[in-house]
T-cell receptor, first 114, second 116 residues
């Protein structure tokens, strides 16, 4: 089994630019999650997909953020008009529905907004 | 109130000794799951161990064990025979059953440093 993969691993952008991150989950996992982690903190939940349906979004996910999982496989997270406060590690996780539904994480995408 | 509290920002342990990382949680759900993850400096969150709220026995996975005390709402991670490669951030997390997003709520983490 290959693990969760994320691309790019690092992204440096200027304030106001749009960025898009990709997550490929473990192949048989139907659930996919995005989290954001700032320096010195634990990850915070952003959004959750079951298959292709986005079932939950955190209030942290402002209008500038959008996530998709069009065919129930890979997912993208787009941030429009980036702000310096968006600088963080963006983590993707996937799980297989059923007990214990353990979430396995990818290596993350580190975003730096200048 | 914090749902997950990790009171030890940093800890040192001598190589080959055992160490306990503390985690307390707050929930009104009867059904929940508790997880521990390791995050090395590379950034990836590595799953270590899981304990379900209805599990009567403490979970164990190799050198990792979870000291689950339900009445005290604590789920401490015990690492036996510490190795240099255990140096990392450790996060405790909870998933509550009454949780539409199936989300994990994480504590602030404990940085473990293993001394040779």
């Amino acid at each position: 089994d290959t693990g969760v993969s994320q691309n790019p691993r690092h992204k440096i952008t200027k304030r106001g630019q749009n960025v898009t991150f990709r997550c490929d989950p473990i192949s048989e996992h139907n659930r996919l999650y995005w989290y954001r982690q700032t320096l010195g903190q634990g990850p915070e939940f952003l959004t959750y997909f079951q298959n292709e349906a986005q079932l939950e979004k955190s209030r942290l996910l402002s209008d500038r953020f959008s996530a998709e999982r069009p065919k129930g496989s890979f997912s993208t997270l787009e941030i429009q008009r980036t702000e310096q406060g968006d600088s963080a590690m963006y983590l993707c996780a996937s799980s297989k529905e059923g007990y214990p539904d353990t979430q396995y994480f990818g290596p993350g995408t580190r975003l730096t907004v200048l | 109130a914090q749902k997950i509290t990790q009171t030890q920002p940093g800890m040192f342990v001598q190589e080959k000794e055992a160490v306990t990382l503390d985690c307390t949680y707050d929930t009104s759900d009867q059904s929940y799951g508790l997880f521990w993850y390791k995050q090395p400096s590379s950034g990836e969150m590595i799953f270590l161990i899981y304990q379900g709220s209805y599990d009567e026995q403490n979970a164990t996975e190799g050198r990792y064990s979870l000291n689950f005390q339900k009445a005290r709402k604590s789920a401490n991670l015990v690492i036996s025979a510490s190795q240099l490669g255990d140096s990392a951030m450790y996060f405790c997390a909870m998933r509550e059953a009454d949780n539409a997003g199936n989300m994990l709520t994480f504590g602030g983490g404990t940085r473990l440093m293993v001394k040779p």
